[in-house]
């Protein structure tokens, strides 16, 4: 795999990513900017809007010296990943598209999917058409179905569709990345440099297309073009037979209340349930890391005792 060298960080982000950071063409003209530390059995970890590959940190820290090989991409749009000003672009397809490039390119097996917010339905996506790849998973506050009919979009997603004033509030103000504080359990876990760290991405206006676009991506009604997508990795979470963990956060405004359906679908997985919010990579790593600690044991243990019988 061909890399190419990842942008420089502002000195205050990068004493906080300590890690291996490159850049990776993934189609249409493309590059993903891709972190990673550690060495061994994959672990893809998929950040949602509007946040970057800096959502992980913590988690990634944690998991230091356990014989895991930690990638954290920003998705098309975030971070330092290439930020196309085309809103139609911004689709689960185009992003698992995208998501499933670097996959490939990696050469990712047995691998741990670790993913909340829109890193649900875009990091599950790509492994609809690459099943031999997925090893295990641990689902966070996110949704991976499409919703049943008479459903009640958040009040979030419902601001999102609204024309004009959405895009005033997500293009000048800026919404949601100023505010991501708000949907924290503890408020104080996303202040200072770490709220700045959030933004500094989307420090040019024209660089605010896919918090937006992404937010509309949202099913708000029946008929809605996520729909088909939505349902295919509900098709592949539901069937996947491979060891999973749950890790949710309770206070989370948005999407605490997907937590028994997201359960439900999974086969009701082992499930940590904190008082966390919606970005519980800040508040609770600690939890986080040990759920991928289990679902690494069980896959290793499935793959030894398969090595075992075919011998």
Avoid at 30 to 50: A, F, I, S
Avoid at 277 to 290: M, N, S
Wanted: net charge positive; proline share 8%.
């Amino acid at each position: 795999m061909e890399t190419l060298p990842a942008p420089d960080l502002p000195a205050w982000i990068a004493k906080e990513v300590p890690f291996t950071r490159y850049r990776v063409n993934v189609g249409d003209g493309l590059q993903m900017h891709v972190m990673e530390t550690g060495r061994g059995l994959p672990v893809l970890m998929v950040h949602g809007n509007p946040t970057w590959g800096f959502l992980y940190r913590k988690v990634a820290m944690c998991l230091q010296g356990q014989g895991l090989r930690v990638i954290m991409p920003d998705l098309i749009g975030f971070g330092f990943s290439d930020k196309p000003r085309d809103f139609a672009l911004h689709t689960i397809r185009n992003h698992s598209q995208w998501l499933g490039s670097l996959i490939d390119q990696l050469d990712l097996h047995d691998t741990i999917l670790v993913c909340q917010d829109w890193g649900g339905a875009i990091g599950t996506h790509p492994f609809t058409t690459r099943r031999e790849r997925l090893g295990g998973m641990v689902v966070l506050n996110t949704v991976l179905d499409a919703p049943s009919p008479g459903f009640k979009p958040t009040a979030f997603h419902r601001f999102s569709h609204m024309p004009f004033v959405s895009d005033v509030a997500f293009r000048l103000l800026p919404l949601p990345q100023a505010a991501l504080h708000l949907a924290q359990g503890d408020k104080a876990s996303i202040r200072g440099n770490v709220a700045r760290a959030y933004r500094y991405p989307f420090r040019r206006i024209g660089d605010r297309v896919a918090p937006l676009a992404t937010a509309r991506m949202a099913v708000d009604k029946m008929g809605h073009p996520s729909i088909p997508a939505l349902e295919e990795c509900a098709a592949l979470a539901g069937s996947f037979e491979g060891p999973k963990a749950m890790v949710w956060g309770r206070r989370d405004p948005i999407l605490a209340r997907a937590l028994k359906r997201t359960k439900a679908l999974l086969g009701d997985p082992p499930l940590t349930e904190t008082q966390a919010g919606h970005f519980l990579q800040e508040e609770v790593p600690e939890e986080i890391a040990a759920a991928v600690l289990d679902v690494s044991r069980r896959l290793r243990s499935a793959s030894a005792q398969a090595s075992q019988e075919q011998a």
